[in-house]
């Protein structure tokens, strides 16, 4: 059986950091509204000539640094973003190129805040099919780009940054399930409804969001989808050592860990430092508790995202 396994982990933050008091300058908004309705105390913030490929070039060379391994063995690439550094080539042939590599496919995915956990499960997939011995799989986002800075509902929310892991198949799991759904009828409850049409943009380039919607769809979803995948290895929550969930919010990390009768002790929470990096969240929250030593190599780590779409998915995890 080829099962596949994280053998390395990346990740990059942009260097300027804005404090929730640095965005009270700017906006009617303080710190007291912010950490007591998202936890979110500060954000990294891309400099404008910051791209999402910027991101994910040093994310996943710590990534290959970690797993041992040289670009020129990676045989598959998946960047999942929202905010690609282009309508096309893809970021991932971007990053590809960059990395130095030829030859490879390279594809990105648009699931927004689930993205990652989709291509890791696709990435997965391809490693088991035996086609394909090793995957990078990025999560890149420069959001800044697509807030409207003026409106304080939703500029406080998010930030920028990139994980990354390399996926290579093993005779051991490695990835033990993975569960991924979408449901196109909630489209307007998050969404950047712009596009660009004869050299301008038509409709909207800003974020939008009824967060009353996005926090109850969330919070009811990632339950669901992550004992989804629990029931495919006929395993419980007791058996997780480790939720990363999406970090969207403390107050719906903190509702879905309880839905889920897992200890907050369990829970990697980065979105207090991060605020939402949208696709990359997940996997900078993995890479910062791999290298802090406190996910152990044999212990299992339930990924639960959920984003735009809407989509929602799962991938049950042993390190
Ligand atoms: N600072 C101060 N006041 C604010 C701010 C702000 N940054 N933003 C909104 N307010 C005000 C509103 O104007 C409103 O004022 P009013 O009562 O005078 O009209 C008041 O605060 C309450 O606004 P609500 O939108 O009802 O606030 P709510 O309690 O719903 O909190 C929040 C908003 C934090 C967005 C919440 O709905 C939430 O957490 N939703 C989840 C959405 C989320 O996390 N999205 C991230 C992207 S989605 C994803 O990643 C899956």
Redesign the pocket.
């Known amino acids: 059986m080829i099962y596949s396994k994280i053998v390395g982990t990346g990740s990059c933050l942009p260097e300027k950091v804005v404090t929730n008091e640095d965005l009270a300058m700017r906006?009617?908004?303080?710190d007291e509204?912010?950490r007591a309705?998202?936890g979110i105390r500060q954000r990294h913030i891309a400099d404008v000539s910051q791209t999402s490929s910027d991101l994910a070039v040093p994310a996943s060379l710590q990534a290959l640094a970690a797993a041992g391994m040289a670009p020129a063995e990676v045989d598959l690439i998946i960047v999942a973003t929202s905010t690609p550094d282009h309508v096309f080539p893809s970021t991932a042939c971007l990053l590809q190129a960059r990395l130095g590599i030829k030859g490879c496919p390279a594809f990105d995915i648009q699931a927004?805040?689930t993205g990652f956990v989709y291509g890791l499960a696709v990435a997965d997939k391809f490693i088991r099919s035996g086609q394909h011995k090793s995957a990078l799989v990025v999560g890149a986002e420069v959001f800044s780009r697509i807030l409207d800075w003026n409106d304080?509902?939703t500029?406080?929310?998010?930030g920028d940054g990139a994980g990354a892991v390399v996926l290579r198949a093993d005779s051991r799991p490695g990835v033990m399930a993975s569960a991924l759904h979408a449901d196109g009828s909630h489209a307007d409850i998050?969404s950047v409804p712009g596009n660009i049409c004869r050299g301008g943009i038509a409709g909207s380039p800003f974020l939008q969001?009824d967060?009353?919607a996005?926090?109850k769809f969330?919070v009811k979803v990632l339950n669901g989808v992550a004992r989804e995948a629990l029931e495919q290895c006929a395993l419980t929550t007791r058996d997780i050592d480790w939720l990363i969930p999406?970090q969207?919010?403390v107050?719906?990390i903190d509702a879905t860990a309880k839905r889920l009768g897992i200890d907050a002790s369990k829970l990697v929470v980065t979105v207090d430092r991060h605020g939402?990096t949208?696709a990359a969240s997940i996997p900078l929250a993995l890479d910062l508790a791999v290298r802090d030593g406190r996910i152990q190599p044999g212990q299992r780590v339930m990924l639960i995202g959920?984003?735009?779409g809407v989509t929602w998915g799962a991938a049950l995890v042993e390190i």
Not at 27 to 30: A, G, L, R, Y
Not at 155 to 158: K, N, R
């Open positions: 906006m009617d908004t303080s509204w912010i309705r998202t927004v805040c304080r509902s500029a406080v929310l998010f998050l969001m967060g009353q996005v926090f969330a999406h969207a919010n107050r719906i939402n949208s959920v984003g735009g």
